[in-house]
């Protein structure tokens, strides 16, 4: 129940708040400005630029950063903390973001008329960057600054696993996403068989690797597996060949696996590895689009530019993975300074994690009434497993 309903208020808090202030933040007149004859944001849109399709489409990038950051502080966190942080983030955090690279006068955005960084500006098409790494770092300070749930690690720092209950749900939610990704990826059918490439790349290599490291075949690690893949691509989907793709997505998943086995060596937990996922295989994307890059295909997406610098294994020189670079810092910078303050406040505050007995207990039972799958006895005796729908 209680992850449900935070993914719900996500997407609700963060419609709100991307109304009133984010929207503006990132594609406003004058440059991050919402203050002036009108309050919310869309009133300080140019009608011949943006209108509110365009809107829609931005704030489904916005609740799912926000989304990401939900999954690695699940399980011990008070519900106004969710809303707090929800509100902070798509109302500012990623909106300026957003602006920096996505805007056509952001300082590191490769849609600038003139004075691009580095001289060829970021190329994050759909938000390896702007969206997952955003979501990754918020979510990576939260889970810090909360530290582990019970049980996560025994007395001598071994990781115990805890198993989510639901192995069905989690592949149902993958193909979703799966198939929400085409839409992530926006674009022609190229762009579509660039992201399918990348996820089948990523989901093959880690079902065989962690084959090696564990002895079975593991249809959670392979799930996450695929979506590093999607993440990975994300950011390029426009500008490579679809067999780059292939080597985003292979590369991906090693990047997930390495950042995995590094969070369980720090005792970092992260129930749905959403750091690990979205923020290694994101920041893996961000360099990949800079090595990869096709002249071709970046003369296209963002025209006007006789010598636009390319990837860099294909021969347009180190400029476009310099900006790249600069992009990983700043969002770190940036999201670790606002998001890494809210989360301390929080905590000193006491709204940030609940108590020992709440999380014994279950968030489901103490403060939403109730679970969201519920046990029922069969003849007095033999339990008899129901969903609530």
């Known amino acids: 129940m209680n992850i449900m309903l935070t993914n719900v208020l996500d997407a609700a808090t963060g419609g709100i708040f991307f109304y009133v202030f984010g929207f503006a933040f990132a594609f406003g007149t004058p440059s991050n400005g919402f203050i002036?004859?009108?309050?919310?944001?869309?009133?300080?849109?140019?009608?011949?630029?943006?209108?509110?399709?365009?809107?829609?489409?931005?704030?489904?990038?916005?609740?799912?950063?926000a989304g990401i950051t939900s999954g690695s502080i699940a399980e011990r966190t008070q519900f106004v903390a969710y809303l707090i942080y929800s509100s902070v983030l798509t109302g500012l955090v990623y909106p300026i973001v957003a602006h920096w690279f996505w805007c056509s006068d952001g300082w590191?955005?490769?849609?600038?008329?003139?004075?691009?960084?580095?001289?060829?500006?970021?190329?994050?098409?759909?938000?390896?960057?702007?969206?997952?790494?955003?979501?990754?770092?918020?979510?990576?300070?939260?889970?810090?600054?909360?530290?582990?749930?019970?049980?996560r690690f025994d007395h001598s720092g071994k990781a115990v696993p805890m198993k989510g209950h639901s192995g069905t749900l989690v592949v149902l939610g993958t193909f979703l996403l799966w198939f929400g990704w085409y839409g992530f990826n926006p674009g022609s059918f190229l762009n579509i068989l660039k992201a399918t490439l990348a996820g089948c790349s990523a989901a093959l290599t880690t079902l065989f690797a962690k084959r090696m490291q564990t002895g079975h075949w593991n249809v959670t690690d392979v799930c996450n597996g695929l979506l590093g893949g999607f993440a990975a691509v994300t950011g390029g989907c426009a500008v490579v060949d679809p067999w780059a793709a292939i080597i985003c997505g292979f590369v991906a998943a090693w990047v997930l696996i390495g950042f995995n086995m590094l969070a369980e060596k720090l005792k970092?937990?992260?129930?749905?590895?959403?750091?690990?996922?979205?923020?290694?295989?994101?920041?893996?994307g961000i360099i990949f689009t800079a090595l990869f890059a096709k002249k071709e295909?970046?003369?296209?997406?963002?025209?006007?530019?006789?010598?636009?610098?390319?990837?860099?294994?294909?021969?347009?020189?180190?400029?476009?993975?310099?900006?790249?670079?600069?992009?990983?810092?700043?969002?770190?910078?940036?999201?670790?300074?606002?998001?890494?303050?809210?989360?301390?406040?929080?905590?000193?505050?006491?709204?940030?994690?609940?108590?020992?007995?709440?999380?014994?207990a279950g968030l489901d039972l103490t403060s939403h009434g109730g679970m969201a799958y519920e046990y029922h006895e069969k003849n007095g005796r033999n339990p008899v497993f129901q969903a609530t729908v």
């Open 268 to 284: 970092y937990d992260d129930p749905l590895e959403a750091a690990q996922l979205h923020g290694g295989c994101g920041t893996w």
């Open 108 to 151: 590191g955005s490769a849609a600038r008329g003139e004075g691009l960084l580095f001289g060829s500006g970021v190329i994050d098409f759909a938000g390896s960057g702007v969206v997952h790494l955003v979501g990754a770092v918020a979510g990576l300070w939260g889970a810090l600054i909360e530290g582990p749930r019970i049980g």
């Open 36 to 65: 002036g004859k009108h309050f919310f944001g869309l009133d300080k849109i140019p009608s011949s630029g943006f209108d509110y399709g365009y809107f829609l489409f931005q704030w489904a990038f916005a609740i799912a950063a």
């Open 297 to 360: 295909y970046v003369d296209e997406v963002y025209p006007g530019l006789p010598s636009r610098p390319y990837g860099l294994f294909m021969g347009g020189g180190a400029r476009l993975l310099a900006a790249h670079v600069v992009q990983i810092l700043s969002i770190i910078a940036w999201v670790s300074v606002t998001m890494g303050t809210v989360f301390f406040v929080l905590l000193k505050l006491d709204l940030l994690r609940i108590s020992h007995d709440e999380e014994m």
